[in-house]
């Protein structure tokens, strides 16, 4: 007699398993915690990398004047404030995250920088986005992911806000190729990042927590077979600083 499986439906966090409706108040609770030295951190933890990933992707997504972008997990709002200066006074960014903390952050960032008129900010799940299919020419996630709940979910979502065309950009850490930069990795990421969360943001927990979901993200084969299965063509992707971080990309038809 066949029995039914009655167990809730479980994710990651970390190295954790938690049912499904546990994570995202877990991942709230990292970013409210870690919000106000986010910015701080992501310079140190990357010595000032990040920057270079982040133009790397602004270089592929091939966005011009006029066009409309959506910047999914956009917290701070650095891919916003790249993205707008594309798109220029006749585009439009939406900028959308689902931690009122760390999107109000980057709008105060944005507007204080002066970028005005061309974003609009929305509180939102990347599982779910609140907007009417097929508007957009380019859809990004960076380093956001590996926080959602279900990333099949996510990559639907956002694959469905595409005109044809367009194309869908995720930016995410993952784990080098080569042996030694790859155990060289794995003793900055396990024993120096969560120290200097500790010092500079005063939690040690949630840049645990970084460091173990980066290990639990699907490797970049898996994702892209998963971009593929999202309904998304041509889809590949480029491994960036020996493969601690990969772009990839995929277009919707
Ligand atoms: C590591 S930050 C990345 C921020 C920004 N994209 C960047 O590259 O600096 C991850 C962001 O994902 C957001 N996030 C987590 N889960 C989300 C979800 N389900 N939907 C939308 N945003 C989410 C967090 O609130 C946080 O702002």
Request: net charge neutral; hydrophobic share 40%; glycine share 10%.
């Given at each position: 007699?066949e029995?039914q499986d009655?167990r809730?439906?479980t994710?990651d966090?970390?190295?954790a398993?938690?049912?499904q409706?546990?994570?995202a108040?877990?991942?709230a609770?990292?970013?409210?915690s870690v919000?106000?030295r ?6 140190l ?17 091939a966005v011009?004047?006029?066009q409309?972008v959506l910047?999914?997990?956009a917290?701070t ?10 798109v220029?006074?006749?585009?439009r960014?939406v900028?959308?995250d689902?931690?009122?903390e ?5 709008r ?6 002066g ?7 929305l509180?939102?799940d990347?599982?779910n986005?609140p907007?009417?299919d ?12 590996r926080?959602?709940t279900r990333?099949?979910?996510?990559l639907?979502?956002?694959?469905s ?7 869908l ?6 784990r080098p ?7 060289c990795?794995?003793?900055y ?9 500790k ?5 040690e ?9 980066i ?6 084969q898996t994702?892209?077979?998963m971009?593929?299965?999202?309904g ?10 020996g493969?601690?971080?990969?772009l ?6």
């Amino acid at each position: 007699m066949e029995t039914q499986d009655t167990r809730p439906a479980t994710a990651d966090f970390g190295f954790a398993r938690v049912a499904q409706d546990e994570k995202a108040p877990l991942v709230a609770d990292v970013f409210r915690s870690v919000a106000r030295r986010y910015d701080l951190m992501n310079d140190l933890m990357s010595m000032g990398g990040h920057r270079l990933w982040k133009d790397f992707l602004i270089s592929r997504s091939a966005v011009r004047p006029g066009q409309q972008v959506l910047d999914v997990a956009a917290g701070t709002g650095d891919l916003t404030r790249r993205f707008a200066d594309e798109v220029g006074e006749r585009g439009r960014v939406v900028a959308i995250d689902i931690n009122p903390e760390m999107l109000g952050l980057g709008r105060t960032r944005l507007v204080d920088g002066g970028v005005v008129g061309n974003v609009d900010y929305l509180i939102g799940d990347a599982e779910n986005l609140p907007l009417r299919d097929r508007q957009f020419d380019c859809v990004c996630i960076a380093f956001g992911l590996r926080n959602v709940t279900r990333i099949t979910s996510a990559l639907e979502s956002m694959a469905s806000m595409l005109r044809p065309g367009g194309r869908l950009l995720v930016l995410e850490f993952s784990r080098p190729q080569a042996d030694f930069l790859a155990r060289c990795y794995d003793f900055y990421s396990f024993n120096v990042i969560p120290r200097l969360g500790k010092i500079v943001a005063g939690d040690e927990a949630s840049y645990r927590y970084l460091v173990e979901s980066i290990r639990r993200h699907p490797d970049p084969q898996t994702l892209k077979d998963m971009m593929q299965a999202s309904g998304l063509d041509d889809v590949g992707y480029h491994n960036l600083s020996g493969g601690i971080v990969v772009l990839h990309c995929g277009f919707r038809y």
